[in-house]
């Protein structure tokens, strides 16, 4: 049985069915540790909140360039190549995640 749709995030499943035995496999996956959901939220946040840190750096950096206080371009340079990556890495993170929900959307059940 899966629950409905909350539109405040990602719906929670409940599987019912052959694998209800006190030592299956699912029992077991039924009592694990609720922490690894957040462990995973909190990485997944822990990464966006250092991309937006890298982007903010490099605001930073390009404001101080704007004012004549900058000390080096290479160190700018820097700033705006690891933001960069990280932003493409964040977008293709995305993409596949989105890919593989779309995936699994299209199954038959």
Do not use: C, H, W
């Not at 496999?25 to 997944?44: I, N």
């Amino acid at each position: 049985m899966v629950s409905p749709i909350r539109p405040t995030g990602i719906p929670a499943v409940s599987v019912t069915g052959l694998d209800s035995a006190p030592g299956s496999a699912a029992a077991k996956a039924r009592q694990s540790d609720p922490s690894d959901e957040s462990s995973f939220t909190k990485a997944v946040g822990d990464a966006l909140t250092s991309v937006g840190q890298m982007d903010q750096a490099v605001a930073n950096a390009a404001e101080r360039a704007a004012v004549g206080d900058l000390e080096s371009v290479s160190d700018y340079m820097i700033a705006a190549t690891e933001a960069q990556l990280a932003t493409e890495i964040t977008v293709a993170v995305r993409d596949r995640a989105i890919s593989a929900f779309n995936d699994i959307m299209r199954m038959q059940i």
